[in-house]
């Protein structure tokens, strides 16, 4: 009884977590000064998708320089905009698409003599991956079952 429940709580676990971290784009990129680069990611209709970008500080003990400021825009395929952030060093995004489509980040770092290159770190999760799980099931509160039936139920009831 003991070890077919515990291969059932494994099961349920392990399906989770699988669902949980697939849907998310994490990943560290370089840009010169003076030039964009875009990521584009493509979204369903009615997902809920988070962003967040900052600038690795190449010198932790010391402020960013001035040259290390980006302009961040975000628009869906039909030239909506869902955030636009100008010469910040990190900022971060939350929205439900309003149309199916490919949704891009475009990052401009600002022109700057001598060329400076940003390291910029950049986490852009949709969907499932997008909610907040911790705030819909507190430590201790729901059974790890019934949780595994409310994400089920999420992923496939819109």
């Known amino acids: 009884m003991i070890i077919p429940r515990l291969n059932l709580y ?3 676990i392990t399906t989770v977590t699988g669902l949980l971290s697939s849907p998310s784009k994490s990943l560290r990129f370089e840009l010169e000064s003076g030039h964009t680069k875009c990521i584009a990611e493509d979204i369903k ?17 010391q402020p960013l ?3 290390h400021k980006l302009t961040v825009r975000v628009t869906s395929s039909y030239g909506n905009s869902y955030h636009y952030s100008e010469r910040v060093e990190s900022g971060q ?8 489509g490919d949704y891009m980040a475009c990052f401009w770092a600002v022109d700057h003599k001598p060329n400076a290159t940003l390291t910029v770190d950049f986490d852009w999760k949709t969907g499932v991956a997008a909610k907040d799980w911790s ?4 430590k201790g509160s729901v059974d790890v079952s019934q949780l595994a039936v409310y ?8």
């Open 135 to 138: 705030n819909v099931a507190k």
């Open 93 to 100: 995004f939350a929205f439900t698409a309003a149309e199916a």
């Open 45 to 61: 209709s009615n997902s809920m998708t988070v962003g967040k970008y900052s600038i690795v500080n190449p010198h932790d003990s």
């Open 10 to 12: 494994l099961l349920v």
């Open 151 to 158: 994400i089920n139920l999420s992923i496939f009831l819109p």
């Open 65 to 67: 320089p001035e040259s």
